[in-house]
Protein backbone atom coordinates (compact mmCIF):
# COMPACT_ATOMS: atom_id res chain seq x y z
CA UNK A 1 0.00 0.00 0.00
CA UNK A 2 2.79 2.41 0.39
CA UNK A 3 3.30 2.10 -3.43
CA UNK A 4 -0.02 2.72 -4.18
CA UNK A 5 -3.95 3.41 -3.81
CA UNK A 6 -6.15 0.32 -4.01
CA UNK A 7 -9.74 1.29 -5.52
CA UNK A 8 -12.33 -1.19 -5.59
CA UNK A 9 -15.75 -0.54 -7.61
CA UNK A 10 -18.86 -0.86 -6.02
CA UNK A 11 -22.66 -0.86 -6.78
CA UNK A 12 -24.22 2.70 -6.56
CA UNK A 13 -27.09 1.45 -4.51
CA UNK A 14 -25.23 -0.80 -1.91
CA UNK A 15 -22.54 2.05 -1.08
CA UNK A 16 -25.16 5.08 -0.03
CA UNK A 17 -26.68 1.55 1.65
CA UNK A 18 -23.73 0.36 3.69
CA UNK A 19 -20.57 2.29 3.49
CA UNK A 20 -18.24 0.53 5.30
CA UNK A 21 -19.08 -2.70 3.33
CA UNK A 22 -20.47 -2.10 0.18
CA UNK A 23 -21.20 -4.86 -2.51
CA UNK A 24 -17.96 -5.52 -4.79
CA UNK A 25 -18.68 -5.47 -8.58
CA UNK A 26 -15.13 -6.34 -9.70
CA UNK A 27 -13.21 -3.58 -10.69
CA UNK A 28 -10.04 -2.96 -8.86
CA UNK A 29 -6.98 -1.43 -9.46
CA UNK A 30 -3.83 0.00 -7.44
CA UNK A 31 -2.73 3.40 -8.68
CA UNK A 32 0.65 5.12 -7.98
CA UNK A 33 0.06 8.12 -6.39
CA UNK A 34 0.59 11.09 -9.09
CA UNK A 35 -1.88 8.88 -11.37
CA UNK A 36 -4.16 9.15 -8.39
CA UNK A 37 -3.98 12.58 -7.62
CA UNK A 38 -4.57 13.29 -10.91
CA UNK A 39 -8.60 12.16 -10.62
CA UNK A 40 -10.69 15.45 -10.95
CA UNK A 41 -12.13 14.56 -7.14
CA UNK A 42 -11.64 17.25 -4.54
CA UNK A 43 -8.76 17.84 -2.30
CA UNK A 44 -10.60 16.66 1.01
CA UNK A 45 -12.01 13.51 -0.64
CA UNK A 46 -8.35 12.85 -1.76
CA UNK A 47 -6.67 14.00 1.18
CA UNK A 48 -8.81 11.08 3.27
CA UNK A 49 -8.15 8.17 0.53
CA UNK A 50 -4.25 9.50 0.82
CA UNK A 51 -4.71 8.77 4.39
CA UNK A 52 -6.20 5.38 3.93
CA UNK A 53 -4.81 4.29 1.00
CA UNK A 54 -7.77 2.66 -0.19
CA UNK A 55 -11.47 3.54 -1.02
CA UNK A 56 -14.47 2.26 -2.17
CA UNK A 57 -15.51 3.82 -5.62
CA UNK A 58 -19.03 3.77 -7.24
CA UNK A 59 -19.83 1.97 -10.53
CA UNK A 60 -20.85 5.47 -11.92
CA UNK A 61 -17.69 7.53 -10.61
CA UNK A 62 -15.59 4.32 -11.92
CA UNK A 63 -16.75 4.71 -14.94
CA UNK A 64 -16.38 8.46 -15.29
CA UNK A 65 -12.82 8.43 -14.43
CA UNK A 66 -12.49 5.98 -17.28
CA UNK A 67 -11.04 3.10 -15.02
CA UNK A 68 -10.69 -0.29 -16.65
CA UNK A 69 -12.62 -3.65 -15.47
CA UNK A 70 -10.33 -5.85 -17.03
CA UNK A 71 -6.83 -7.10 -16.36
CA UNK A 72 -3.95 -5.03 -16.89
CA UNK A 73 -0.69 -5.74 -16.24
CA UNK A 74 2.35 -3.27 -15.97
CA UNK A 75 5.20 -5.27 -17.02
CA UNK A 76 7.64 -2.42 -16.21
CA UNK A 77 6.84 -3.19 -12.33
CA UNK A 78 6.53 -6.45 -12.55
CA UNK A 79 7.70 -8.47 -9.31
Known amino acids: ?3 G ?3 ISVSNDSYE ?5 PYRTGGWIVLK ?6 L ?3 QLVKNEIL ?4 AFI ?3 A ?13 EENKI
Do not use: Q, S, V
Open 17 to 21: KHHDN
Open 5 to 7: IIL
Open 33 to 38: EDAFLG
Open 51 to 54: EKRF
Open 1 to 3: MKK
Open 58 to 60: PDE
Open 40 to 42: PIT
Open 62 to 74: WDYFGLPREEIRN
